[in-house]
């Protein structure tokens, strides 16, 4: 795979004052390049509770595909790609929610608490050819990741 139609993966995750700041950074970690900068924002909740957001944009070829090919291990990655109609927008951005917790123990699962955004390269920038672009970069991941 020569080149990967995502100019970007960003991931973003929210660690509430209930959680461990360190689990809440492993579980984002899950999906990223080993020694990836996080970003780290302190904010305040309606109640004064803190909430630290992190947030990495992974926009190097190969970082990219590391992404994909973690998200290949999705056991219901055929399903994902059935619903790209649905997560590809007319922005050609791919939208996909993945589970914190399960990440934490380092399974990769759709669920809450992990949000993916990725910017799909496609000429022209139209949908159809987004969710195309989309498809074949995740079969090649998955692919990829059974050889």
């Known amino acids: 795979m020569p080149s ?3 100019h970007y993966v960003d991931l973003r995750t929210f660690c509430y004052a209930t959680e461990d700041e ?27 509770d803190r909430i630290v957001v992190f947030s990495a944009r992974v926009d190097n070829a190969d970082d990219v595909r590391y992404v994909l090919r973690q998200l290949s291990e999705l056991s219901d990655i055929e399903d994902v790609m059935d619903e ?25 699962d759709r669920g809450e608490g992990i949000t993916l955004r990725a910017k799909v390269e496609a000429y022209p920038a139209k949908q159809p050819a987004a969710v ?9 991941a998955r692919e990829q990741a059974e050889s």
């Open 4 to 6: 990967v139609p995502f």
């Open 132 to 140: 195309e672009n989309a498809r074949e970069a995740l079969e090649q």
């Open 22 to 48: 360190k689990r809440v950074e492993q579980a984002l970690r899950r999906f990223l390049p080993e020694e990836y900068e996080i970003e780290r924002a302190v904010n305040r909740g309606h109640h004064g």
């Open 84 to 108: 790209l109609d649905e997560r590809v927008d007319e922005n050609c951005a791919f939208f996909l929610r993945l589970d914190k917790q399960d990440a934490f123990k380092g399974e990769v």
